[in-house]
């Protein structure tokens, strides 16, 4: 029988019902399977008046209030672009998203030439999203992680870019100290640890220099009132043992929400 990597196998079904939990107890189960297949769960019922995961294929309420603001933003700089062949009204405004694709330090700087491009000619001033993976999220994130964007020149981002990717990245394996104590405390509390931690911070050294550590959620300010265009940050989902061209779900980032549309499950960034 041939692997399926999208449905693992069934070994059996089993229920706890939930009336039977008292409220703040821990309560151990033993949940037998065929072929002597045993999972062990232990439960504790209590009240949550705020969930931390939202439910939904649709849009945040945060997003939704982003897009009306954004057009008519969209709409006024298309009234400047096009003229009379411009959207009449809001609801004729269409959603256009810049995408980025993957490929390191040379999408970064190429994807960086394009909205720079994009951004001279309008286009940009015209998009609702721009969105990018791998390199390209790194040229993103680097942008609106700047206090003054949008209201720096794209003439010094790219003079920091270059200060950045011109510096030896051997320089940075200095603070390695301080990487192995971030991926011991990641570990303590149960998240997994890979190379991909030392590259990470390697990389937030690199470009992001002293806004490493800011939050997803600070870009909120930088997309108050619909200004720019809405990060849309994205990565893949995969697995240790299957290959990303037989299984991967799409996850996104934006400054309101992170989660997986395949599912409809999202949390905030904070």
């Known amino acids: 029988m041939d692997a399926n990597h999208f449905q693992d196998e069934i070994l059996g079904v089993q229920s706890i019902p939930i009336e039977t939990l008292v409220e703040d107890v821990l309560s151990h189960f033993t949940l ?9 769960i232990t439960m504790k019922l209590q009240k949550n008046k705020e969930s931390d995961l939202r439910f939904s294929l649709s849009l945040c309420e945060e997003e939704k209030a982003f897009l009306r603001e954004r057009r008519s933003n969209v ?3 298309m009234q400047d ?3 009379d062949r411009a959207p009449k009204n809001k609801n004729e405004v269409p959603v256009i998203a810049v995408l980025g694709s993957g490929g390191g330090f ?3 700087t190429c994807f960086s030439a394009a909205v720079k491009a994009l951004h001279e000619s309008g286009i940009l001033g015209c998009s609702t999203y721009i969105s990018g993976l791998s390199g390209s999220s790194w040229f993103i994130s680097t942008l609106y992680a700047k206090d003054n964007f949008p209201d720096v020149t794209y003439e010094e981002i790219y003079e920091d870019l270059k200060k950045s990717v011109s510096q030896n990245w051997k320089w940075n394996l200095t603070h390695s100290f301080r990487y192995v104590l971030d991926m011991m405390d990641k570990s303590r509390k149960g998240q997994p640890v890979s190379f991909t931690d030392i590259f990470g911070h390697l990389l937030g050294d690199v470009l992001l ?10 870009q909120r300010q930088i997309v108050h009132g619909g200004k720019v265009p809405l990060p849309l ?3 893949l989902h995969a ?6 061209r037989t299984f991967s779900e799409w996850i996104e980032f934006t400054p309101f929400e992170i989660g997986i549309a395949k599912y409809g499950t999202f949390m905030k960034p904070e």
């Open 106 to 108: 040379r999408a970064m």
């Open 233 to 235: 940050y994205t990565c």
């Open 81 to 83: 672009m096009l003229g």
């Open 75 to 77: 709409m006024s700089c």
């Open 239 to 244: 697995k240790a043992s299957v290959s990303c």
């Open 32 to 40: 037998e399977y065929n072929g002597g297949s045993k999972v062990f």
């Open 209 to 218: 220099k002293e806004n490493k550590n800011k939050k997803l959620s600070d």
